[in-house]
Every structure is written in structure tokens, then in C-alpha cells.
């Protein structure tokens, strides 16, 4: 007696290329006849065309200044030369990447938990609005929060600074740094990690999981060796997205970060709001770089671990 | 936390827009009365006394007898007060769009500016509020296509915008309320509606109030401070006040950078909120504001007091210009002028908290003792150079991020 093998639930790779029919080779192209060429026109001008404009702007004479000898690279070059700015990408990434590695790891084993509790209650809906509420608040009301939680005195002031004291960290300022930044970043980017794998995990077969723990598999080990695999493309969605969306957050870097703690998004703001528009466009160019980098070497390397 | 309501609920707007309307259709009747050239009036009644005086001397001097023909000296007679429409433009079905902050001064706009414009000119209007940055650059982004027509913004950024060709010169023939309104809240392209002032707000129980820009610096006062944000509209200007203070210069911000560095900020700010709870709280006890946002921090139950420092505060003005290229300079001229018509521009005052440029503008009562008039604060306020501050902005901002946010962080 075996166990009985998933169906529906397993899901099956799909052969992509030509496809043959009768004999001939064919390209299917779609039922319209055109597919998605004409999107991917749109998609990509409304994408590249303003980059080109950005381009040509972060290169150009600021018009606001025409006495400012930045012209050419040199705008990318103070980018790169001056610490403040040079502080500012690398506190980019790393921000960037510490909230969407929390968030996914946060954000997998709440939706874990929420499965399995679901399995068993099923009108749990409104634990998952709950759940996602942030996202439906905008980020402009959970940063508010954020702010106000951690003023002086306040529950989330005296939290950080426990962590803190625990770690022979300095106590002090929560709000206007990096810390304050990044727990935000990642209470907002957490619905967006559930929202991804939610009904990923629920595709789950529960017989997987009783097979491996009927088998002698502890439950860690069931997670990771059952679990993990069969949502790794969500995982890597959500990681994608995540890490998408921290580096181009503006309103919690503006509130919880503040000038102290310069990331791309409000070095921007605050050049375009200075009279620097051409330094503004370097480094709107730089951002997308960085970002796109990001992305594109976290989908490389998930894409080696896997094969 | 609340604010007091101004304006509705005190007066009728109705009779009040329109008693505005038309004094200022009077007062544009004077200026077409005494300006140069006749009227059509004038012209007409010439050609009539010049065709009688013709007749009359053709018959008399077939009668024999010569005729009279008016005395060039003789007064001319008076003008009629009702006489034809004035320049007044006809706004009627029309949308006159002004760029503005929200916020404290969309609603004196909308309380005080609106009815009058409206009652004067029929003309609606519709605002597009946002930050004096993003307004900015918006509008050079549209050079040459403007969405709106009246553009509001810092001192600073209207010149910006005249030196890229986004603003026009104002037509002082079209602002006749110009004679009115003070010499410091003039340029050729633009005009004041009214004067603030940015110096230091301390908290009610400082054991020693503070008096000068130096006590930010006092030991008693470590950590408890909030400071302007870099890229706050004041801080070239701050950073001009420290560096003269410590031995420098506009040309030499050295040890104003060195100075603000070794501050210790509980918190940076770009508007009153964002340092509110900690002054409520206690975490911060003086910061450097502007008067109009103290006497708002006192309608929302906040003991918040404005202290001139005795190197006087740094003057700052909002500015009113007319969009070049706009189809609707006329309304956009009109606007202006109804803006700073001495009742509106102290009805405006009392809802913005601001001195009034007009120096015929009374400090209402509900006001009285909170904002102060132009003359009794000139000299306790001081000026900057907007070209000079325009030009120096972004490299001393690049400065400020490199000395001050790395010390501050």
C-alpha cells in the first residue's frame, strides 16, 4: 500500500518552443493573431522612454545653475566619490536586501501557519485581511503609525531599545534611523509576501506533508526538504517584489529614515527640491541600475541553486 | 489636535466679496479716469460740441456774426463715477488655475482671495496644491505648455522661475493695489502677499528663554532641539547666519558647517507636525520655525512661543506671478491685484497667521497680539539675496549632507 500520488496539486512543467502538428513545425502565436508584440511595444516605451530622457538629463547643464562645472559623468562621479552619497547607495542595498530578506522569511512562516490553521478553521479569511491590511492602509498611514510608535516613551521606542540594551547596542533615537527605516519596510512588504505565496502553499498537498512525517521526517526538516521546494518560485517572486519595492520606497525612507539617513529615493527628492535636477536624474539613473542589478542577480542565483 | 475656523462663520462672505468687487472696480475707474487719454465719453461729447461749434459759427457767419468756440482754459467738466465698463476682465465661464501650497494658505485663499476674485470677475478658479519643489519642477517641466496661470511659490523659486522663462513680468498698469504694498514685497515679476519671519520657538517653562541663534548651542538645551531639515527652504539661509556668528561669511560657510555639526537634532523638520509630539512630549524644548507655524502650534494646544533672535530672523515671503504663456494673463493680473487689495490681504493674514504687504491692511482683532504688521517687525528681520541663495543651494546642500547629516546621523 502506497501512498496515493498527488494530481491536480503537483504542478507539472510546461514544454515550451514549437510544437508539432502533423508532421510541420509550427510557431503558435495566439489566437488574435498578433500577441503580445504590440503590448510589449507599449510596455517598453512607456519604460525606456523616460529612462532615455532621464539619461540625457543626469548628463546635461543644470539649467538651474549654468555656472555648475557638472557636466557629462560628473554628476555620477560625485555619486560615487562623495562618502555621503557613496553611504547613501550602499545603505540602499542594504536596506534593501535585510527587509526583503526578513520579510519573505517572516512573511513565509505566517503564511505556514495561517495554512495550517485554515486546514482547520476554514472561515479564517479575516485573519488574511488583517493580514494585508497595511497594503490597504497605504503607506503614508502605516508609516504615521510607525512614527508615532516609536517617539520617545513609546511601545515601539522601548522595544528597539530593549533589542538594543540586549545586544550592547547604544539606546536612543528610533525614529531617523536606519533601524526605524527598516522595520517599517518590512511591516509594509509583508502582506505583499503573503499575498505571493499564500495560495502557493495552500497548493500544497496535506498528504506530502503527512508522508513525510509519517516517514520519520522531524517537521523542520519537512519544511525544508518538502515544503521550500515546491514554493520556491514563489519564494523567489516574493523576493523579487520585495526587493523591488524596498529599493524605490520613498514615504518610509522620508519619515522613519529622514536626511540622516539618505537612500536613493529621498537623495532624489531632496536634489530635485535643492535646485540639482541634472544630480537628480544621475541618480534616478543610478537607482535603476542598482535595482534592476538587484534583481537581476538574485533571479541569477536562485536560478544556479536551483538548477 | 484642532484649528480655529476663520472667516465663514464671522461675517457674511456674500456682502462682504462683493463690497471688495466693487471698490475695486472704483479704484480701477480712478486709475482709467486719471490716467492718460480720454475717455470714449469724452470723445464722443468733443465731437458733438465740435460739430455744434461748426454749425453754429457756419450760420452765424452767414448771419454775419462770429461765432464762439470753447475756452481752452475752462475746467473740464466732471467726470461721471458710473461711467463705462472698466478693464475689469470678464471671467465668466472661464477657470483661472493657481499653483499653490495646501494646507494653512489654500485656506486663506479659499476664505479670503476666492469670493472677492469671483464677485469681481466671475471667473472660477482651481487649485493645484503641492510642496514649493514639486510645483517648481513641475513647471519647468511643462515649460512652454503651463497648466496653470498664476503661479505661488517661495521668493526663491519664483525668481528661479523667472530666470528659465517660466514667469512673465507683472503689468503694474493691470495691479493698480502695486502702490499699495510695500517696497520689500516688490520685484518686476512678482509680489509678496505677505512677510514671515524664521526664527526661534521655544517651549512654555524654559528656565532661560532663549534670545539668539547661540542658544541652540547651550548646554541645558543638549539633544533637545529640533533643526531644519537640509533641504529645508531656511537653510542656506541658517547656514549664512551660523557661519557669520562663528567668524565666517557668505563666502566662507566653513565654520557654519563645523558649528551645525556638532548639534545633536532630536529631530528634523520641514513643518511644524513634524516636531509637534516631541515638543508635546518635551523631547524637543526650541526649535528654529517660522512665527505663522507658532501661532498655529497655539491653536493646536501647543504653549509654543516665537522669539525674534537679537541677530534678527531671516525674512521670508511668499510670491504671487503670472505664468508666461498663460491665455488667461488678464484673470491671472486680476487675481493678484484682488489678493492684495488692503481688506482681503488682512482677511487672508487672519486665516494664514502672516504679516500683510499691504500696507493699508489692518491686523484683524482675532488676530491682534499673534501676527504682527510689517512696520513693527522690518527691522527685527533680515532679508537675503534670493539670486545669491538660488545659486548657492545645491552645492551647499551637497556641503550640509557631507559635514552636518554625517554628524547628525
Redesign the interface.
Known amino acids: 500500500m502506497g501512498v496515493a500520488a498527488p494530481d491536480s496539486d503537483f504542478p507539472r512543467p510546461r514544454r515550451m518552443g514549437l510544437r508539432r502538428r502533423g508532421g510541420r513545425v509550427g510557431i503558435t502565436i495566439g489566437a488574435s493573431g498578433f500577441g503580445a508584440f504590440p503590448m510589449m511595444v507599449g510596455l517598453g516605451a512607456a519604460v525606456v522612454v523616460p529612462i532615455v530622457i532621464l539619461a540625457r538629463q543626469s548628463v546635461a547643464v ?4 549654468p ?2 562645472s557638472a557636466i557629462g559623468l560628473s554628476n555620477y562621479a ?1 555619486l560615487f566619490t ?4 557613496r ?1 547613501a547607495i550602499i545603505r540602499t542595498g542594504r536596506v534593501s536586501l535585510v527587509s526583503s530578506a526578513v520579510s519573505v522569511a517572516f512573511g513565509f512562516l505566517i503564511v505556514l501557519a495561517l495554512t495550517m490553521y485554515r486546514r482547520r478553521e476554514p472561515r479564517s479569511s479575516l485573519h488574511v485581511f488583517l493580514l494585508v491590511a497595511p497594503l490597504l492602509a497605504g503607506p503614508i498611514v502605516t508609516v504615521m503609525g510607525w512614527v ?1 510608535l516609536f ?3 513609546q511601545l515601539g521606542y522601548r522595544a528597539v531599545n530593549l533589542a538594543r540594551g540586549m545586544l550592547g547596542l547604544e539606546i536612543g ?1 528610533v ?2 534611523t536606519e533601524v526605524g527605516m527598516t522595520i517599517g519596510l518590512i511591516h509594509f512588504l509583508i502582506p505583499l509576501v503573503v499575498l505571493t505565496l499564500y495560495p502557493i502553499i495552500r497548493g500544497i498537498s496535506p498528504e506530502l506533508l503527512e508522508a513525510s512525517l509519517v516517514l520519520g521526517e522531524p517537521p523542520l526538516r519537512t519544511i525544508g526538504r518538502v515544503v521550500i521546494p515546491l514554493c520556491r518560485p514563489g519564494l523567489m517572486a516574493a523576493s523579487v517584489i520585495t526587493l523591488a519595492m524596498a529599493a524605490s520606497a520613498f514615504v518610509n525612507a522620508r519619515f522613519l529614515g ?5 537612500v536613493l529615493t529621498t537623495l532624489v ?9 541634472t ?1 537628480a536624474a544621475a541618480t534616478s539613473i543610478l537607482l535603476v541600475v542598482l535595482g534592476s542589478s538587484l534583481v537581476t542577480g538574485y533571479g541569477l542565483l536562485a536560478a544556479r541553486t536551483e538548477g | 489636535m484642532g484649528r480655529q475656523q476663520h472667516g465663514s462663520d464671522d461675517f457674511d462672505l456674500t456682502g462682504w466679496s462683493e463690497d471688495i468687487a466693487n471698490d475695486i472696480r472704483r479704484s480701477r475707474r480712478r486709475v482709467v479716469e486719471t490716467g492718460a487719454g480720454p475717455s470714449r465719453r469724452d470723445f464722443l461729447r468733443s465731437l458733438g460740441v465740435g460739430a455744434g461749434t461748426l454749425a453754429a459759427g457756419s450760420l452765424l457767419a452767414a448771419c454775419g456774426i462770429r461765432g464762439s468756440s470753447p475756452d481752452p482754459s475752462a475746467e473740464a467738466p466732471p467726470r461721471l463715477t458710473d461711467a463705462a465698463p472698466t478693464d475689469v476682465p470678464d471671467g465668466s465661464g472661464r477657470t483661472l488655475s493657481v499653483s499653490l501650497w495646501g494646507g494653512e494658505t489654500e485656506r486663506a485663499f479659499v476664505e479670503a482671495v476666492i469670493p472677492a476674485f469671483t464677485a469681481l470677475t466671475g471667473s472660477k478658479v482651481a487649485f493645484e496644491t503641492g ?4 510645483r517648481f ?1 513641475k513647471l ?1 517641466a511643462q515649460k512652454g505648455s503651463p497648466t496653470v496661470d498664476v503661479f505661488i511659490n517661495s521668493a526663491e523659486n519664483v525668481y ?1 522661475a523667472k ?2 522663462g517660466l514667469v512673465q513680468d507683472l503689468e503694474t498698469a493691470r495691479v493698480p493695489t502695486l502702490s499699495e504694498v510695500g517696497d520689500w514685497a516688490k520685484w518686476p515679476y512678482g509680489v509678496s502677499y505677505g512677510l514671515l519671519a524664521f526664527g526661534l520657538a521655544g517651549v512654555a517653562g524654559l528656565e532661560q528663554p532663549v534670545s539668539s541663534w547661540n542658544d541652540l548651542w547651550r548646554p541645558d538645551l543638549v539633544g533637545k532641539i529640533a533643526m531644519p ?3 529645508h527652504t531656511q537653510s542656506p539661509q541658517v547656514l549664512t547666519v551660523i557661519s557669520e556668528l562663528n567668524g565666517g561669511s557668505i563666502d566662507d560657510i566653513e565654520p557654519g558647517l563645523a558649528k551645525l555639526a556638532e548639534l545633536d537634532p ?3 523638520h520641514f513643518f511644524w507636525t513634524n516636531w509637534a ?2 515638543a508635546e ?1 518635551g ?1 524637543v524644548l526650541v526649535s528654529p520655525e517660522f512665527n505663522y507655524q507658532v501661532v498655529g502650534m497655539g491653536d493646536a494646544g501647543l504653549d509654543v512661543s516665537f522669539v525674534f533672535p537679537e541677530e534678527k530672523a531671516i525674512a521670508a515671503d511668499n510670491t504671487m506671478s503670472v505664468v508666461a504663456g498663460t491665455g488667461r494673463e488678464d484673470l491671472a493680473h486680476a487675481f493678484i491685484d484682488t489678493a492684495l487689495h488692503a481688506d482681503v490681504n488682512a482677511r487672508f493674514c487672519s486665516v494664514w497667521y502672516g504679516t500683510p504687504s499691504n500696507e493699508n491692511a489692518a491686523i484683524l482683532p482675532e488676530i491682534e497680539g499673534r501676527v504682527p504688521a510689517a512696520v513693527d517687525i522690518l527691522d527685527k528681520v533680515r532679508f537675503f539675496d534670493v539670486e545669491m541663495m ?2 548657492k ?3 551647499w ?2 556641503q550640509m ?2 559635514v552636518v ?2 554628524a ?2
Not at chain 1, 536634489?271 to 540639482?276: A, C, E, G, K
Not at chain 2, 510642496?131 to 514639486?134: A, F, I, K, P, T
Open positions: 543644470n539649467p538651474l545653475n555656472t555648475d560625485v562623495a562618502p555621503i552619497y553611504e508615532g517617539s520617545s516613551g533615537r525614529v531617523e529622514g536626511e540622516r539617513n539618505l527628492n531632496q536634489q530635485m527640491n535643492t535646485f540639482d535636477p544630480g | 510642496s514649493g519643489g514639486e519642477n519647468l528661479q530666470a528659465q531639515g537640509i533641504g532630536a529631530v528634523l509630539p516631541q512630549s523631547d538660488a545659486a543651494r545645491p552645492l546642500t551637497q549632507n557631507q547629516a554625517s547628525w546621523a
